[in-house]
């Protein structure tokens, strides 16, 4: 899986497959040891049995290798003295000669731009995502369905036991790369939390931090130490590290998924003002629920705006007043929805546009989405694009991959928005008192 991952990737270095019982594995010439393998190995991924592990990280130190991957379970997880006590001694070895573990049970390193890789058919586009997830399965996924989202990553590490490098590790380390704009993770455990607060602190200052944490209840705990041997912290804890650090919380794959996407995707500096355009009136009132329980504002739209909109938007059903509900005729006339969107982007008490619905036919949700990038360039505002149950998945990663944030419902758009806002204004506010 992880040679299938490196060739996948194009991985432009050499590759070395270590098995003693046969002489190739497609294509690539392989070695009986780690001993064999001609000049430096700078990373070794270990796929051996648990009884195997040691000794060969023992070969790999020996041999000078700089890091290792090791996805072998069987360890701190178990919660068994003897699988500590092997845990500990893999450190022990490695750290006298000076190499570092990412691991155990850890899928390793994600990164389009090396092409290096922990799974077959990731994106090998490169992007601003940096990604640290105790869980290999869960950053195998986001990296699959992150591009239908418009989700790319500089970085994404899964750390599995984490006997040696840990999140603060990581986090310190994407807080000073250049080819990372914000940082995403999913933590089951911290192992030092004033050390961990600290480099948060340090880092959301900078740029972005949005953190998943599990663990917080009795039934996450008891999960998150089978799984990688995390221990328990308590809720109020963590969200005051929260707080204290910088952080922007969620809860749950999609509302990471939405707030990655609502980071990646909108600018850098947006306002609370909505204006909301909407085929179909009840998500149209659900976005604007949505926005007074985030506390976001809905736009007061200017007379002349309502004027114009009078001549197109036809006075059956429809309202005229934010939230602006077209009918459902708009679906099937889209020159409305274009037509509506840009006097609404027009409007100088508007900072952002959300769009819900749209054509009932690719063509027409395809012209949709070109003229809403015409007006997002004409008149240097957000849109934010909500698409309605069971039509048209396929729009969604179009418009997301034209840069445009679309979401699955009102609520989630609204809340990821909000996520985005709130931590724009904090970062503001500390670089003022700084």
Request: aromatic share 8%.
């Amino acid at each position: 899986l992880f040679l299938m991952a490196l060739v996948d990737q194009k991985f432009p270095g050499q590759i070395y497959p270590v098995n003693p019982k046969v002489e190739e594995i497609d294509g690539l010439k392989t070695y009986p040891s780690v001993s064999a393998i001609p000049g430096n190995v700078d990373l070794a991924i270990i796929l051996v049995p648990q009884k195997s592990t040691l000794s060969v990280v023992k070969e790999c130190a020996a041999k000078g290798v700089k890091g290792a991957v090791l996805f072998t379970a069987g360890y701190k997880e178990t919660g068994t003295e003897e699988g500590m006590a092997m845990e500990d001694e893999l450190l022990s070895v490695a750290g006298e000669a000076g190499m570092r573990l990412i691991g155990p049970n850890g899928m390793g390193l994600y990164c389009p731009k090396t092409g290096l890789s922990f799974f077959p058919d990731l994106s090998r586009k490169s992007g601003n995502i940096g990604f640290i997830s105790h869980s290999g399965s869960l950053a195998n996924i986001l990296g699959i369905i992150g591009p239908q989202k418009g989700i790319y990553f500089s970085k994404s590490i899964s750390l599995g036991n984490e006997c040696d490098l840990s999140v603060r590790d990581f986090l310190e380390y994407l807080g000073n790369d250049q080819d990372t704009s914000f940082i995403g993770a999913y933590i089951e455990n911290i192992k030092d939390g004033p050390l961990f607060l600290k480099a948060l602190k340090q880092v959301s200052l900078k740029k972005p931090v949005i953190l998943w944490k599990v663990g917080l209840n009795p039934e996450g705990s008891r999960a998150a130490a089978s799984h990688t041997g995390a221990l328990t912290s308590k809720k109020e804890i963590w969200e005051a590290v929260s707080q204290q650090g910088g952080a922007v919380p969620v809860i749950g794959f999609e509302s990471l998924t939405d707030t990655l996407m609502g980071f990646s995707l909108l600018p850098s500096k947006i306002g609370n003002r909505l204006a909301i355009v909407s085929g179909p009136g009840g998500f149209a009132v659900s976005v604007a629920e949505s926005c007074g329980r985030e506390g976001l504002k809905l736009a007061e739209l200017a007379s002349e705006s309502r004027s114009i909109l009078s001549q197109f938007i036809p006075s059956t059903g429809t309202s005229l007043r934010n939230p602006i509900d077209m009918g459902m005729n708009a679906a099937l006339v889209i020159d409305i929805y274009i037509n509506t969107a840009k006097i609404v982007a027009s409007d100088p008490g508007v900072d952002t546009v959300v769009i819900v619905g749209g054509g009932r036919t690719p063509e027409d949700n395809e012209r949709l989405k070109e003229e809403i990038l015409k007006a997002r360039e004409e008149f240097k505002k957000p849109f934010i694009m909500v698409n309605l149950p069971g039509y048209n998945p396929e729009t969604s990663q179009s418009f997301c991959n034209a840069g445009l944030p679309t979401f699955d419902s009102a609520e989630r758009a609204i809340n990821a928005y909000a996520k985005v806002l709130k931590y724009q204004l904090w970062q503001r506010k500390m670089t003022e008192l700084k």
